[in-house]
C-alpha cells in the first residue's frame, strides 16, 4: 500500500549512496551485537530482563537513520534499541533501563532527541502528536516520530492520535512495526482487517505499508513521509511488516504459543543478511569490511557491557528529589524520615 | 434561620477549653476581608475571576495555551475561557476533538515542547478516560525523565456536585488526584481564591490539578487583584475563613461556603467555630490543620465526595497524628455516602447540607469519653 | 459509500409498504411532538433540562424500527429519545432522565431491549460488542444496536469497538448520527478525513453511509446492516448523515457558534415534510390521516407530560438500596445515619 | 535474625494493657492451621489456588468466561489461566486485543447478556486505560439500571510491586477501588485466601475487584478447599492471622507475609502483636478493626500505596472513630512514599521493609502523651 504522494522531499531525496548503506550495514550489525549480547546479559546475571528486537533491525535502524536530530523528535516503546542506537543515544545510559537502574533510562531525552522508554503500551503516540503541535504553533519544521506495535495499534490512544494529529495537520510520523506478535497474540487476532496501514484512510492520511525487512525500503519510505510532514502537509502513517523472531521479553517463552516451523516461516530472510547480500551484489562491500564492523560491533558491546556493570543503585534521595520541579513539605519530610530510618540500620 | 440540632449543645462547659484561644468569631475574619476598602478590589463571580485569571496568563506567558472541549469558539460550557479565543487568537485557545485522553496526551507533547499547557476536561466525571495519560504520563514525565521534561500542565476540571446535572456531571475525584505521586491538586473557594489560585497554579513548573466548584461559579465576592493572601505571599497552604475556638470546620470547593453558614448558625447557639479552607489537597497543609486543631481540639471535615477512602479520611488521620495529646473527641467527617452520585432531588440528600454538618458537630461536641 | 455486500436480509427484505411508511410517519411525528414540547416543558419549569434531537426523527425513528425486540439489544446515548419512542418504550419512564428523576430513566431496560439512557459520550459502544459476543457464546441470533455521534467517534472507546467487533466477528450494528455538531464543534473540527463511515474500511468491516433525513433509507439501509450482522458476517457500521437543527440541549446557546443561515444550510429539506411529500405523492396517505396522526402525538404528548409532572422524587433509600445486589454492613450503616437524621429534621 | 529496632522497648511497662486478652502469640493461630490435619489440604502455590479456583468456577458456572491478554493460548503471563483454554474451549476461555477498556466494556456487554466475566488486566499499571469503563459502567450499572442489570465482573488485576518489574508493573489501586461506590475490592495474602476468596468473589452477583499479589505468586501454602473460613461460613471480613495482645498490624495482600515476619521478630523482644490481614479493602470489616485494637489499644497499618490518600488513612480513621478512648497512640502508618514506584533496587527502599514497620511499631509502642 502507498499512498503517499510522490512530492518533494527536500535534501533527503535521492538513492542512498554506497557509503550510506554500508552505514546502514554497520549499525545493523552493532544493533543485532549489542540486542543478541543483551540476553546474554540476562542469562549471566547482569541485567534482569529484556526486551529483544531481533529480526527488527533494518525497521529500526532504517527509521530512525531518517531522523534529523538537530530538528525532530523521536518517541520509543520499551523495544526502540536499534532507533536509540541509530540516533546516537548514549547506549549505556539507554540499556540502564533494562539494568533497572531507571525507568525512563539515565540518557538525556532532551539533548538526544528521543522521550524516555515509555512501557505503557501506545502510552507515547499522544506525546509525539502534542509535541508536533507545538511546531506548528512556533512555526518550527521539526517533525515527531513516533513508534508502536501491531498490538498497540487496538488501544483507543492510537486512534485519538491519529485523529487528532490528522485534524490538526500535525507533523507526526506514526511508525508501526508490526512484527506479528503482541506477546502470545497473533496478528490476525489483533489487528481487525489485518493492516494497521488500512487504517490511514479512515482519517484522510497517507499510509505507505512496507517490507519492514527491507532496510533501504525503510530509510526511503521513512524520508518520504518526514518530508511530506515537513512540508505541512500533515501526518504519514508507516507500517514495516517485520517478524519478531525472539521472546516477546526474557521472561517469555514462545514455545507456549508458536512452533519453530512456524516461527521459521513467518521470520522470512534475515534484514541483516539481505544487506548483506545488496552490498556484495553491488560491490559496495567486501568481507573484510563485515569482519570490521561485527569487529566494532563486538568493541562496543564491550564497553557498553563494561558502563553497564559499573553502574550502581542510583541513591535513595532521587525517589524525592525527582518527583517535582518545586518539592513540597510533604515530601520532605517523607525523604527526612526514609534517610533517618535506613541511616539508622 | 434556627438551629435545632445545635441548641443545648454546651461547649463552654468543657473545662479545659483552652482559655488563650481568641475570641474572634464574632469578627468574622475572612481571608479577603482586611483590603475589602482598597480600591483595586472588585467584585466578581468565580467565573468571571477564573477568566481574569487565564486572560493574564496567556497575555504574560507567551507559551501558554489553552484548549478542549468547546473551550474556544463557545468560551466552554461554563465560560471559563469566554472571549479569549477572539482576543489571543486559535493558536493559543483552541477547540479539539472530543477525547479527553488526546486532549492529556497531547497536554504532554506539548509540555515536552516547552509550551504550559492549560487544558480543561470538561466536566469531572469526562477526567476518567483521561486518568492513564494524567497518572501513568503527566503524573510522572518530570521523574521519568529525571527531571529534564518538567510537566507544567494546569489541567482544570470543573468539579463537584449541587447544580442538578446528568450523570458523571457532579463527580468529586480529589482522593483519587491526591494520592497520584507527581501531581499537585488545588481547589478555591471563592471569586478571590480562583483568581489567585489559578493564576498561581498556571505558573507552576509542575502539573496541578484544579478542581473548580461549578456550583459557585456564579457566586459573586471581592477580589483583590494585588492581595493575593493575607500573608503577603504566594497563595499556599491552607486559609482559615473564620476563626473560632470550639471546633475546627474543614472543607475545600463549595463546601467551604457551606462551613461559613453553618458556623454563622451556630454562633447562635454560642458554638464558635472555626472554618480552614484547606485550598491545597495535596500537598496538604499539615501545619495549618495542626495549627487549629490545637486551638479548637474538635474538627469535623467536610466534603462532596463518598465517604471511603476519601481525602477526609486522610486530613482526619493527619489532625489525629499531630493532635492526638489535645483532641476531645475523634475528628468527624460529614461526606457524600458511598453511592453513584444520585440525579435531581437526591442531590440535596446526597452532598453534606447544614443539617448534617451540624448534626456532625453534635456528635463531636457531645463526645464523651468512656 | 456503500461497502455492504447486497446478501439476503431475512423476513424484512422487500419495500416497505404503505402502511409501514404511514406507520413511520406517525411515529415521526409523535417524536417530533413530544421532542418539541420537551422544550417547552423546561422553559416552563416541568423539566431541567432536555437534549433535543430535532431534526434526527428519520435517523431515529428508521433505525429504531429495524429493531426486532424479541432477540435484539439497543445501546442508546442521551438523545435517542426517537428510538426509544418506535421501540414501544415506556415513554414517561424513558423521559423521567430529563426530570432528573433517575439517571438511566424509570424505563425497565432489561424488558424493553433498550439499555439504559448513556451520559458517557461513546460510553456504551463496547457494551454492544460484549452482548452481541455473548450471542456468538450462545449461538443466539440477536444483533447489537450501538448509537454514537460524530463528536463521539473521536473517542478511543469506539476504535476498541470496531476492533474487538471485526476481530470478533460480533454481531454489531454501529449506527452514527453525524449532525454535523459535538456541541460547538463542526464535524470538519472533529472527524479527520469527514467521514466515521470511512473509517469502517481499515477495520475490514462494510459501512453505509446514507441520507439520514430520507427515513426510508434508513429503514432499508439498518434492515440490510441487521440482516448482515444476523447471519453471522460480522459488525457493520452505518453513518446516517443529518443534521442538530436545535440546540445542544436546553442550556445550550447555538447563536454563539453558528448562524441562522448556516444553520438553514445546514439543515436541509424536514426529514418529517419530506416523507409527508412522498406519502402524498404516492398517494398513501391524505390530509385528513395527516391531522389523524398530530392530533395523536398531541395526545400522546399531553399523557406523557401528566405522567412526568406526576412522578415525585425517588425515595432517598433508592441511593443506599440499588448499589449493590447484596449491600454491605458499612453501605447499610449509611443508610441507618442518612435515615436518622433526614427524620430528625 | 536480631531486632534491634524493638530492643528495649517496653510493651509490659503499660500498665493499662488489657490483662484479659489471649496471649497466644505464641501458638501462632494462623487461619488455616487449625485444618492442617485434615486429608482434603494440599500445599500449593498461589500461582495453583488461583488457576484450581478458576478451573472450578468454569466447571461450575456455564456463563463464566474468562479473557483478556495473553489469557488464553498462553495462560497469562503469570500462567494464572494456563491451560484452561485447552480444558475449557476458547469460548469459555479467550484472547482479546490488546485494549483494557476494550477488555472492561466488554465485559459490561456480556454481564447484560447474563453472563459472569473474569477479565484480567494484565498487569495492575494498566487498569487505568479502563478506569473510564469500572467506575462510569461497571460501578454503576446496577445503580443506573435499579438493579435490573448487575454486573457480576470478578476483575483479576496481578497487584502490588517487588518482583522488580518494569515501569508501571508494580502499583497498588487499593485506594482507588475502594473510593469508588459500587465496586468490592479484595485481596488474598496466600494460597489457601486465594482460592477461597477468588472462588467466592466470582460466584457474586457484584463487581469484585480482585488484587492478586503477584510477588506471592510463587510462594505455597496449605489449601484446604473444604474450609473456607475458621468461622465455617464465607471469607467475609477481615481475618486474624497471628494473635497479639499489644499492638495490632493491620495489613493487605503481600505485606500480610511481612507483618508475620515482623511479628514473629517482635516476639523475640516479647512484644506480641496481632496481625490483621484485612483481606476485604471494600467493605473494611469495621468490627474486625475496633475488636482488635480495643485489645491490643495501637494500631500500624502498613500498605505499599503512597501515604497520601492512600487506604492506610481511611483504615486509621476507622481505628480511631471506633477506639478513640482505649487507643495509646495514634496510628501509625507504614506505607510507600508519595513518589512513583520505583525501578530495581529502589523498590526496596520504597516498599515497606521490616526495619520500617518496625520503626512504626516502636514510635506507637513509645508514644507518651504530652
Ligand atoms: C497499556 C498496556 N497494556 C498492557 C501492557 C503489557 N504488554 C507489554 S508489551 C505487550 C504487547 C505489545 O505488543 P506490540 O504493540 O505488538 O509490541 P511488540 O511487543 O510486538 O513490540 C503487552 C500486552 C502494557 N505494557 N501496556
Ligand atoms: C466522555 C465525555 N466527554 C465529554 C462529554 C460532554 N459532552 C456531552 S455531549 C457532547 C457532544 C457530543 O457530540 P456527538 O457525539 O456528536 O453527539 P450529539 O450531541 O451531536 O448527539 C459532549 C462534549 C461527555 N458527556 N462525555
Ligand atoms: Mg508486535
Ligand atoms: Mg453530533
Known amino acids: 500500500m502507498d499512498t503517499l504522494p510522490l512530492a518533494v522531499t527536500g535534501d533527503?531525496?535521492?538513492?542512498?549512496?554506497?557509503?550510506?548503506?554500508?552505514e546502514l550495514y554497520s549499525l545493523m550489525v552493532a544493533v543485532r551485537h549489542l540486542d543478541t549480547s543483551a540476553i546474554a546479559w540476562q542469562r549471566q546475571g547482569i541485567i534482569p530482563g529484556y526486551a529483544p528486537e531481533l529480526g527488527q533491525e533494518a525497521a529500526q535502524v532504517g527509521s530512525g537513520y531518517a531522523v534529523d536530530t538537530t530538528r525532530d523528535f523521536v518517541f520509543p516503546t520499551y523495544r526502540e534499541m536499534g532507533v536509540a542506537?541509530?540516533?546516537?543515544?548514549?547506549?549505556?545510559?539507554?540499556?540502564?533501563?533494562?539494568?533497572?537502574?531507571?525507568?525512563?533510562?539515565?540518557?538525556?531525552?532532551?539533548?538526544?532527541?528521543?522521550?524516555?522508554?515509555?512501557?505503557?503500551?501506545?502510552?507515547?503516540?499522544?506525546?509525539?502528536?502534542?509535541?508536533?503541535?507545538?511546531?506548528?504553533?512556533?512555526?518550527?519544521?521539526?517533525?515527531?516520530l513516533t513508534y508502536f506495535g501491531d498490538g498497540a495499534s487496538s488501544q483507543g490512544d492510537v486512534h485519538e492520535a491519529m485523529n487528532f494529529a490528522a485534524v490538526m495537520k500535525a507533523p507526526v510520523v506514526f511508525f508501526v512495526q508490526n512484527n506479528g506478535w503482541a506477546i502470545s497474540v497473533p496478528t490476525?487476532?489483533?489487528?481487525?482487517?489485518?493492516?494497521?496501514?488500512?487504517?490511514?484512510?479512515?482519517?484522510?492520511?497517507?499510509?505507505?505499508?512496507?517490507?519492514?525487512?527491507?532496510?533501504?525500503?525503510?530509510?526511503?519510505?521513512?524520508?518520504?513521509?518526514?518530508?511530506?510532514?515537513?512540508?505541512?502537509?500533515?501526518p504519514v502513517l508507516i507500517e514495516a511488516m517485520t517478524y519478531r523472531r525472539g521472546p516477546h521479553s526474557t521472561s517469555d517463552d514462545p514455545g507456549?504459543?508458536?512452533?519453530?516451523?512456524?516461527?521459521?516461516?513467518?521470520?522470512?530472510?534475515?534484514?541483516?543478511?539481505?544487506?548483506?547480500?545488496?552490498?556484495?551484489?553491488?560491490?559496495?562491500?567486501?568481507?573484510?569490511?563485515?569482519?570490521?564492523?561485527?569487529?566494532a560491533a563486538k568493541a562496543e558491546e564491550e564497553q557498553i557491557r563494561t558502563g553497564i556493570q559499573a553502574l550502581g543503585s542510583r541513591p535513595g534521595t532521587e525517589m524525592f528529589d525527582l518527583v517535582f520541579q518545586e518539592t513540597t513539605p510533604a515530601l520532605q519530610a517523607q525523604a527526612a524520615n526514609w534517610r533517618e530510618e535506613s541511616e539508622h540500620v | 434561620m434556627s438551629n435545632s440540632i445545635l441548641e443545648g449543645v454546651d461547649a463552654e462547659g468543657d473545662s479545659t477549653a483552652d482559655s488563650t484561644a481568641d475570641s474572634t468569631a464574632d469578627s468574622t475574619v475572612k481571608g479577603t476581608a482586611k483590603n475589602a476598602e482598597s480600591p483595586a478590589t472588585t467584585v466578581m463571580s468565580m467565573q468571571q475571576a477564573l477568566n481574569r485569571a487565564l486572560d493574564e496568563v496567556l497575555a504574560e506567558n507567551p507559551k501558554a495555551v489553552i484548549f478542549g472541549e468547546d473551550c474556544g469558539r463557545l468560551g466552554g460550557v461554563f465560560r471559563i475561557t469566554d472571549g479569549l479565543q477572539a482576543k489571543h487568537g486559535t493558536q493559543r485557545v483552541f477547540d479539539t476533538p472530543l477525547a479527553e485522553s488526546g486532549i492529556l496526551g497531547m497536554s504532554v507533547g506539548l509540555a515536552m515542547a516547552g509550551f504550559h499547557p492549560i487544558p480543561e476536561v470538561q466536566f469531572d466525571g469526562f477526567a476518567y478516560p483521561a486518568?492513564?495519560?494524567?497518572?501513568?504520563?503527566?503524573?510522572?514525565?518530570?521523574?521519568?525523565?529525571?527531571?529534564?521534561?518538567?510537566?507544567?500542565?494546569?489541567?482544570?476540571?470543573?468539579?463537584?456536585?449541587?447544580?442538578?446535572?446528568?450523570?458523571?456531571?457532579?463527580?468529586?475525584?480529589?482522593?483519587?488526584?491526591?494520592?497520584?505521586?507527581?501531581?499537585?491538586?488545588?481547589?478555591?473557594?471563592?471569586p478571590h481564591e480562583?483568581?489567585?489560585?489559578?493564576?498561581?497554579?498556571?505558573?507552576?513548573?509542575?502539573?496541578?490539578i484544579f478542581m473548580e466548584p461549578k456550583s459557585r461559579y456564579w457566586q459573586k465576592g471581592e477580589v483583590d487583584p494585588g492581595n493575593a493572601d493575607p500573608s503577603g505571599g504566594a497563595p499556599e497552604g491552607a486559609k482559615v475563613m473564620r476563626e473560632g475556638r470550639h471546633l475546627t470546620l474543614v472543607a475545600w470547593g463549595a463546601m467551604v461556603a457551606r462551613c461559613l453558614q453553618v458556623a454563622e448558625l451556630a454562633a447562635?447557639?454560642?458554638?464558635?467555630?472555626?472554618?480552614?479552607?484547606?485550598?491545597?489537597?495535596?500537598?496538604?497543609?499539615?501545619?495549618?490543620?495542626?495549627?487549629?486543631?490545637?486551638?479548637?481540639?474538635?474538627?469535623?471535615?467536610?466534603?462532596?465526595?463518598?465517604?471511603?477512602?476519601?481525602?477526609?479520611?486522610?486530613?482526619?488521620?493527619?489532625?489525629?497524628?499531630?493532635?492526638?495529646?489535645?483532641?476531645?473527641?475523634?475528628?468527624?467527617?460529614?461526606?457524600?455516602?458511598?453511592?453513584p452520585y444520585p440525579s435531581g432531588d437526591l442531590e440535596d440528600e446526597y452532598i453534606p447540607n447544614i443539617d448534617r454538618i451540624l448534626f456532625g458537630i453534635q456528635r463531636v461536641l457531645e463526645y464523651k469519653r468512656g
Open chain 2, 131 to 190: 486518568i492513564n495519560q494524567i497518572v501513568c504520563q503527566i503524573a510522572r514525565m518530570n521523574y521519568r525523565s529525571r527531571g529534564t521534561m518538567p510537566m507544567p500542565i494546569t489541567l482544570r476540571v470543573p468539579s463537584f456536585g449541587g447544580i442538578r446535572a446528568p450523570e458523571h456531571h457532579g463527580e468529586s475525584l480529589e482522593a483519587l488526584f491526591a494520592h497520584v505521586p507527581g501531581l499537585k491538586v488545588v481547589s478555591p473557594s471563592n
Open chain 2, 268 to 339: 447562635e447557639d454560642g458554638i464558635e467555630i472555626e472554618v480552614l479552607d484547606l485550598r491545597w489537597l495535596k500537598p496538604i497543609d499539615t501545619a495549618a490543620l495542626a495549627a487549629s486543631v490545637r486551638k479548637t481540639r474538635r474538627a469535623v471535615v467536610v466534603h462532596e465526595a463518598p465517604l471511603t477512602s476519601g481525602l477526609g479520611a486522610e486530613v482526619a488521620q493527619l489532625i489525629t497524628q499531630s493532635c492526638f495529646d489535645t483532641l476531645k473527641a475523634p475528628v468527624e467527617r460529614v461526606t457524600g455516602f458511598d453511592v
Open chain 1, 12 to 22: 533527503d531525496a535521492g538513492p542512498l549512496t554506497p557509503a550510506q548503506l554500508r
Open chain 1, 256 to 295: 507456549r504459543y508458536r512452533s519453530l516451523d512456524e516461527e521459521r516461516d513467518g521470520a522470512g530472510a534475515d534484514p541483516l543478511e539481505r544487506l548483506k547480500q545488496r552490498l556484495l551484489a553491488d560491490g559496495a562491500a567486501d568481507e573484510a569490511f563485515f569482519a570490521d564492523a561485527l569487529a
Open chain 1, 85 to 144: 542506537r541509530t540516533m546516537g543515544v548514549d547506549m549505556v545510559g539507554y540499556m540502564s533501563t533494562h539494568k533497572a537502574t531507571w525507568h525512563g533510562g539515565l540518557y538525556d531525552p532532551v539533548e538526544s532527541r528521543l522521550a524516555p522508554i515509555q512501557a505503557v503500551v501506545a502510552g507515547s503516540v499522544l506525546h509525539a502528536v502534542g509535541w508536533a503541535h507545538g511546531q506548528t504553533l512556533e512555526q518550527k519544521d521539526g517533525v515527531a
Open chain 1, 188 to 234: 490476525d487476532r489483533q489487528v481487525a482487517g489485518g493492516s494497521v496501514a488500512a487504517r490511514a484512510a479512515g482519517y484522510g492520511m497517507p499510509a505507505l505499508q512496507i517490507d519492514g525487512n527491507d532496510v533501504v525500503a525503510v530509510v526511503e519510505a521513512t524520508r518520504r513521509a518526514f518530508g511530506h510532514a515537513r512540508s505541512g502537509n500533515g
Open chain 2, 194 to 208: 480562583a483568581y489567585h489560585l489559578l493564576k498561581y497554579a498556571a505558573t507552576r513548573p509542575d502539573p496541578v
